[in-house]
Structure formats: structure tokens, C-alpha cells
């Protein structure tokens, strides 16, 4: 039976993740896989009642002493997997955004070793919330970007649903990009030869509190993540 660890940073989402972690509870009792599902909050030095709400849940909660970002938050979720010997590594949004409904599509894969990255996509049957325009345009040209330089193409690289086995939790719990990382990470994973296979979800649009990502910071991820990109496509294809 299959070891697995929910991933789920959270900063300020106090409105957002009582609802989150009931839909996961429900699906752990009516979940068809074969699995051991633990849940672990990684509470980043939130300001609000999340730790609090979350110590009222049966799930795990980390509280970090200082902020660290998304990156940060989700390595320390990587690191807690390989130092407890899980088989796989989940992450989902604390603010409620990906439905915990599609978690058995994220597992399947991993479960039967089809692959070792499985992402949730948003872009396979069109269904749900989109995010907004601009957003999508940047999505739509890091999933160019990531085709040109690696000849895969992902049709959601920005999507924080995603599922991985052992060789790549050792991977992010040795490294992982601290600002907007999917795509990056995905950049690095596809150089060393790692099979990431996307499944399609539906999103929801969050209900309560603002994102963190406006116009300028957009801009901002888009330079800096095509950075990043093409300077992982330069590394020795070895694990960090």
C-alpha cells in the first residue's frame, strides 16, 4: 500500500482552508485507491487564524518561523516526505482552487508507475475556471517555451496540482525554485529525464482573499522564470 503525502501551503487562507481540508477528509472516506493519505499544512508565518483553524483539523501542521514564499513552503513539504519515506508527494492550493475530487486522476499514474511527475491541467477538456486572460497568456507561452527547449509539451505548466514519486520528492527536497516554480521545476525535471504526464481537472475560482500575483508581479514571473528556464537548460543533466 502506497505511502502518500497531501502538500498544502497555506499563507492567510484561514477563510479558504476549513472548507479544504472537509472535501479531503470526505474524499479519504471515499477514496477507491489502495492508499495511506496523510495531510500536512505548511502554515507560512501566515498573519491570520490558519494555523489555528488547521490545529482543529486531524492533519499535520507545520508552522514556519519566518515567511519563505511558495517555494520555500513547498520544499519544506518535500523534505518532510523523504525524510518520513513517502511513496507520493501531492500538492494542492490552500486557497481552495483545485477540488480535491480530482486527487484519485493525480494518483492513478504514480499508483501504476506511468509516470513520476503528474500535473492537473486545466487545459485538457476546457472545463472550469480559466484564470484571467493575461494569466493565460503567460501560461500559454511558458508551455511554448517549455516545448522549444525540451521538445514536451505541457499544457499547464503553472498549475501547483500536481503528484510525484520518490525519485522526484528526493529531487524538490534537494531543490526547488523559491518564486513561481512550476515551470521551472518542470524545466529541470524534463532535463534529467523524468516522465511528467498531465491529466485533465477542473479549477475553481478562489472564494475568499485576494492572489498574491497582480499585473507587475505577472510581468515580473515572466521575466524571471524565462531566466530561469533557459539557465536550467544549460545545466549537466544530473540530479541536484
Request: glycine letters at 6%; hydrophobic letters at 40%.
Amino acid at each position: 500500500m502506497k505511502k502518500v503525502l497531501l502538500i498544502i501551503p497555506a499563507y492567510n487562507e484561514a477563510k479558504n482552508i476549513k472548507n479544504l481540508l472537509g472535501e479531503i477528509e470526505s474524499y479519504k472516506l471515499n477514496m477507491q485507491l489502495e492508499i495511506l493519505l496523510d495531510v500536512l499544512v505548511i502554515n507560512d508565518c501566515s498573519t491570520d487564524e490558519t494555523s489555528n483553524v488547521c490545529n482543529l483539523s486531524s492533519v499535520i501542521v507545520i508552522d514556519l518561523p519566518c515567511n519563505l514564499g511558495i517555494g520555500g513552503a513547498v520544499q519544506t513539504g518535500y523534505k518532510y516526505a523523504y525524510k518520513y519515506n513517502y511513496d507520493i508527494a501531492v500538492q494542492v492550493d490552500g486557497d481552495g482552487q483545485h477540488d480535491p475530487s480530482y486527487l484519485s486522476s493525480v494518483l492513478v499514474p504514480l499508483v501504476q508507475d506511468q509516470a513520476d511527475l503528474v500535473i492537473g491541467s486545466r487545459y485538457i477538456a476546457n472545463e472550469g475556471f480559466q484564470s484571467t486572460q493575461f494569466r493565460r497568456i503567460g501560461i500559454r507561452f511558458f508551455s511554448n517555451l517549455l516545448k522549444l527547449l525540451s521538445g514536451s509539451k505541457i499544457s499547464d505548466p503553472t498549475s501547483g496540482f500536481r503528484a510525484c514519486n520518490t525519485k522526484v520528492i528526493k529531487q524538490f527536497s534537494n531543490y526547488y525554485p523559491k518564486d513561481y516554480p512550476e515551470p521551472e521545476s518542470i524545466m529541470c525535471l524534463l532535463r534529467l529525464g523524468h516522465r511528467i504526464e498531465e491529466v485533465p481537472v477542473q479549477m475553481r475560482a478562489r472564494k475568499e482573499g485576494i492572489s498574491s500575483i497582480n499585473i507587475k508581479r505577472s510581468i515580473y514571473y515572466m521575466l524571471k522564470v524565462t531566466l530561469a528556464i533557459l539557465i536550467d537548460r544549460l545545466r549537466e543533466n544530473k540530479a541536484v
